[in-house]
């Protein structure tokens, strides 16, 4: 069974630029998850979608972040201008429902030069 | 606001040796527990978890325990090899939260 899948894997931009992430979940789950993760920390959740709905996304910087989850399938993660302090591990998650075993995807490395 | 503490944050350990990490948290709200392994590079591997009526969880080498009335887990590796060496993450679902709080995670390293 394939497992999550995010693209790319890393990518380089200028601050100021926009980027942009992609995730397909685990077939057949329906809760999905955004997390960041710094250097040297643990990862924290940006957006939580229950299907095709934003359930969480208290910790979403929404002045340059956006996500949507068309159709309740893939998801993207916009920043739209980045900003040197948006270097991270973006990584999406997968879970069949709310509150139970999360499975992660490999992430995508940013870095905002 | 729930604080999860692992200590300690890197170890060193010969091949063979059993170990214990250990992680503690504040809020004692706890509803599911996970524990992950991370590699350099890499996204994060769900290794055990434990629900909120279970006490412990175990898979091969790995038994993870959960005390909610200390305010503890742990996950004991036992006879550790090399590719036991990464980071690992205890993470905590809260109350009806269905959001991670993650633990700031032991780095792990297994000598020959």
């Known amino acids: 069974e394939a497992g999550v899948v995010q693209s790319p894997r890393y990518k380089i931009i200028e601050k100021k630029q926009p980027v942009a992430f992609w995730c397909n979940p685990i077939s057949g789950h329906n809760t999905l998850y955004w997390y960041r993760q710094n250097l040297g920390q643990g990862p924290e959740l940006l957006i939580r979608y229950e299907n095709e709905e934003a359930v969480d996304d208290s910790q979403l910087p929404k002045d340059r972040f956006s996500a949507e989850r068309l159709k309740g399938v893939d998801s993207t993660l916009k920043i739209q201008p980045a900003e040197l302090g948006d270097s991270a591990v973006y990584l999406c998650?997968?879970?069949?429902?709310?509150?139970?075993?999360?499975?992660f995807g490999p992430g995508t490395r940013l870095t905002v030069l | 606001k729930q604080e999860v503490t692992q200590i300690p944050a890197a170890l060193s350990v010969p091949e063979g040796e059993n170990l214990v990490l250990n992680c503690s948290f504040t809020d004692s709200a706890i509803y599911n527990l996970q524990w992950f392994r991370q590699d350099p590079g890499k996204g994060l591997t769900s290794l055990l978890l434990i629900q909120s009526s279970q006490r412990e969880q175990t898979s091969g080498r790995l038994n993870a325990s959960l005390d909610k009335s200390s305010g503890r887990s742990t996950l004991y590796i036992a006879a550790s090899q090399p590719g036991d060496s990464a980071t690992y993450l205890c993470a905590f679902y809260t109350g009806t939260a269905s959001k991670l709080t993650f633990g700031t995670g032991t780095r792990l390293q297994v000598t020959l």
């Open positions: 998650a997968s879970s069949p429902g709310p509150a139970e075993e999360q499975f």
